[in-house]
């Protein structure tokens, strides 16, 4: 088990270096710039369908005080409609929940 995770890590990492060396011969600007947005947009991508089709995930980020304003932008940028009402929704049950069981307790 330890040696594929080894292998799957060293995989990675070569990926990693492949793609950071082909973006240094194709991409103007600061590679590793590009690496990291494109990682953040496919990572806030991927979050997003969770969002939409896992009420745990949803209910779980809006416990935990949703997002910062920055990428709270950034998945409201990538989202579609439906699903920013759906979270926000969600965010306001929590919040709303919080403060009730506040007020009694």
């Excluded at 270096?17 to 947005?37: F, H, P, T, Y």
């Amino acid at each position: 088990m330890q040696n594929n995770i080894n292998r799957d890590t060293a995989n990675t990492n070569l990926i990693a270096k492949e793609n950071l060396l082909e973006r240094l011969l194709i991409e103007s600007g600061c590679a590793l710039c590009s690496m990291v947005m494109d990682y953040e947009f496919n990572f806030i991508a991927q979050l997003q369908n969770k969002i939409a089709n896992d009420e745990p995930v949803r209910i779980k980020i809006a416990e935990q005080g949703g997002f910062c304003d920055y990428h709270f932008r950034k998945l409201k940028r990538i989202a579609g409609g439906k699903t920013f009402i759906v979270f926000l929704k969600t965010i306001i049950e929590v919040f709303y929940y919080k403060r009730v069981n506040k007020c009694f307790n």
